[in-house]
C-alpha cells in the first residue's frame, strides 16, 4: 500500500533507537524526509546513517525537553509535516516519596514537551492542510501500574489534552493520536529485565520466561510492529482516525474498551 506521504517532513523524538527510531525507519521506508533527535550524539549519528539507506534522513543532537533544544531543532529544520513525539517514562517508586521536583521532570517530559511540539508545528500544518502528529505514550494509560504513578499520571494528562485538541485540528486536515505500547522486545526492556533480576536474585532470562508466560501472545512485540503502525497513522488513508488511543500489547490489556 503506498501510504501517500512520500516528500513529508517528519521530527522523531528519541529516535537514536528502540521505538523511536522504529517509526523513523516506517517513515523513512516511505519516503518521508526523517529528522531524528535525540540528547547523545554517538547513537544518533549511528541511526541517521542506517536511515540514510532509505532516503533523506537528519539529526539534531538535542535535549527535547529543554526550550534550548527545540529552538535548536526549529532553527534547523522550521516546518514539519508530522510530528512523532517520544520520551522514556520516568522511574517507578513510592508516590510518598516524590516531591514536586520530581513530579515537574515527569510531566515536563512526558506531557509538557509534547504540547509544547504540537504548539510549535500544528498551526502550519492546519494552514497547509495536512498534518499528523502521533505520541507515543504507554499502555499505562489505558491500564495504570502500581509503582508508575508518575508514568501514569504525566502521560494521561497529555492523553486528556489531546482529546480535546484533535477535535479542533481535524477539519484542516490535521490528526492527533496516541500510540499506546505495551511490552517490546527493546534495549530498554533488557535493561528493565537485568535490574528485576538482580533485585530479586535470579538470571535475566528466568525473568523474562516468567514475563513471557504470563502473555497472551507468549512474545514480545517488535519494534517493527509499532513502527509501521506509527507510519500507517501518519499516512493519507488514517485522515479520519483522531484523537484515539492505539493501545499495542498482544492482548494483554483485558478489558473490552
Avoid at 15 to 26: I, K, Q, T
Avoid at 156 to 180: C, D, E, P
Avoid at 193 to 217: I, T
Avoid at 224 to 235: I, N, P, Q, V, Y
Wanted: net charge positive; glycine share 12%.
Amino acid at each position: 500500500m503506498d501510504l501517500g506521504i512520500a516528500g513529508k517532513k517528519a521530527l522523531v523524538c528519541g529516535a537514536s533507537a528502540g521505538l523511536g527510531y522504529a517509526c523513523a525507519e516506517a517513515l523513512a521506508r516511505e519516503g518521508v524526509e526523517v529528522v531524528i533527535v535525540a540528547r547523545t550524539e554517538g547513537p544518533l549519528l549511528v541511526a541517521v546513517k542506517n536511515l540514510l539507506t532509505f532516503g533523506k534522513a537528519h539529526c539534531v543532537a538535542a535535549d527535547v525537553t529543554s526550550a534550548q533544544g527545540r529552538a535548536r531543532i526549529f532553527a534547523a529544520h522550521p516546518q514539519f509535516d508530522i510530528i512523532v513525539t517520544n520520551a522514556g517514562g520516568p522511574p517507578p517508586g513510592d508516590f510518598r516519596q516524590w516531591d514536586q521536583d520530581v513530579w515537574q521532570k515527569a510531566l515536563n517530559a512526558n506531557m509538557l514537551t509534547p504540547i509544547e511540539l504540537i504548539k510549535a508545528t500544528v498551526d502550519g500544518m492546519m494552514a497547509r492542510g495536512f498534518g499528523r502528529i502521533i505520541n507515543i505514550t504507554s499502555s499505562a494509560v489505558k491500564s495504570p501500574v502500581d509503582g508508575l504513578g508518575l508514568s501514569n499520571g504525566a502521560r494521561s494528562g497529555l492523553t486528556g489534552f489531546v482529546a480535546g485538541l484533535a477535535r479542533t485540528t481535524v477539519a484542516k486536515g490535521v490528526t492527533i493520536n496516541n500510540i499506546l505500547p505495551g511490552t517490546f522486545d527493546t534495549a530498554r526492556l533488557a535493561g528493565n529485565f537485568a535490574a528485576q533480576a538482580q533485585r530479586e536474585g535470579k538470571s535475566v532470562d528466568e525473568v523474562r520466561h516468567a514475563r513471557l508466560v504470563k502473555h497472551p501472545a507468549h512474545r514480545f512485540g517488535q519494534p517493527s510492529e509499532l513502527g509501521r503502525t506509527c507510519a500507517f497513522l501518519c499516512s493519507v488513508h488514517a485522515g479520519y482516525i483522531n484523537g484515539q488511543n492505539v493501545l499495542l500489547d498482544g492482548g494483554s490489556f483485558t478489558g473490552v474498551f
